[in-house]
C-alpha cells in the first residue's frame, strides 16, 4: 500500500511536530510513508470566503499530486473533511473532475480513522508506553467540529484510552460545543472566537488535565494561544503527537511549548 502524508498548510506553518509524529506512529505500525512536495493548499480557505472556481481549481491540484497513492493520510479532521464533504460539489456529476474527486475522497482519512477503521489497529495491543510518556500527566480531548462531517467526531479519546492512556484520559465536558477558531470566522469575529475559547479552556481546566489532545491545528493554535495569553500551564498537542510520546516515539513537551502558534484572537 502506498500512502501520502497530506501536510495540510496549518499544520506546516504552526505544528511540524505533529506531522512528525503522524510519520512516526504510522511507521511504528508499518506502514511507509510518502511526502508529495508538490502538494498546496487543499482550498478550505477559498470555500469558506465563497470563491468556489478557486477552491476547485486547488481540489483539481489535490487529485493529481495523490493520484499514485492508495491512501491518503493526514492529522487534520477538517482539511481531511473539505476534501471528503466539500469537493464533490465542486464539480458537475459525471465529469472527470467528479470522478476524480470522488475517488480521492475514497481514500483520505483522519490518523486516528486510518488506524482504526483501514489497518485495523487493535489500540491494546500497541507497544507499552514510555514512562515519560503523555499518559504521565492526564489529558483531556477536544474533537474539532469539521469532524462530525467524517462522522468521528468524539472518537479520538476513546482509542487514546484504549491505546495507551488508560484512565489519564478524561472526558471534556460539553466537547460538542466549538472552541472559537472556526477557521475564517476567528478572524471575522474575534470577539466571539476569544470568548468562546476562553470558555474551552474553562471545561479544559475543571477536568484537571495538563494536556489537551486537539485533532485540528486551527483548535490547537486558537487554544493555545489563549492558555498563553491567560497563563495558563497547559500543554495543547494533537492526537499523533499522543501517541508519539506514549510509545516513546518522541519525548514529552513542556506546558506551552513551541508546537502551536495562535494566528488568531488568542495572541492579541
Do not use: W
Amino acid at each position: 500500500m502506498r500512502v501520502a502524508l497530506f501536510t495540510t498548510c496549518l499544520a506546516e506553518a504552526l505544528a511540524p511536530r505533529a506531522l512528525k509524529a503522524t510519520v512516526l506512529v504510522l511507521e511504528h505500525v508499518g506502514v511507509t510513508v510518502e511526502l508529495p512536495a508538490a502538494q498546496t493548499c487543499c482550498g478550505q480557505p477559498m470555500l469558506s470566503n465563497g470563491l468556489p472556481a478557486d477552491a476547485a481549481a486547488l481540489a483539481r491540484r489535490m487529485c493529481e499530486v495523490f493520484a499514485p497513492y492508495d491512501a491518503v493520510v493526514t492529522p487534520s479532521g477538517s482539511c481531511c473533511s473539505v476534501v471528503r464533504e466539500k469537493y464533490e460539489a465542486l464539480f458537475a456529476h459525471g465529469s472527470a473532475d467528479h470522478k476524480a474527486v470522488v475517488a480521492l475522497a475514497g481514500k483520505t482519512f483522519e490518523l486516528v480513522e486510518f488506524l482504526e477503521t483501514q489497518l485495523k489497529v487493535d489500540p491494546t495491543k500497541l507497544a507499552p508506553r514510555a514512562a515519560s510518556g503523555a499518559s504521565a500527566q492526564r489529558l483531556t480531548c477536544h474533537d474539532a467540529c469539521h469532524l462530525r462531517g467524517i462522522h468521528r467526531h468524539g472518537a479520538t479519546a476513546p482509542f487514546l484510552m484504549r491505546a495507551c492512556c488508560g484512565d489519564d484520559v478524561r472526558e471534556l465536558p460539553d466537547m460538542a460545543q466549538c472552541c472559537g477558531f472556526g477557521g475564517m470566522f476567528s478572524t471575522q469575529f474575534p470577539e466571539v472566537s476569544t470568548a468562546l475559547g476562553e470558555e474551552k479552556l474553562a471545561h479544559v481546566a475543571s477536568t484537571g488535565a495538563a494536556t489537551l489532545v486537539a485533532s485540528d491545528t486551527g483548535c490547537a493554535a486558537h487554544l493555545a494561544g489563549l492558555a498563553h495569553r491567560k497563563g495558563v500551564a497547559l500543554r495543547v498537542i494533537s492526537p499523533a503527537e499522543a501517541l508519539a510520546e506514549s510509545l516513546g516515539l518522541l519525548e514529552t513537551g513542556a506546558p506551552n511549548g513551541g508546537n502551536h502558534a495562535a494566528p488568531n484572537g488568542g495572541t492579541q
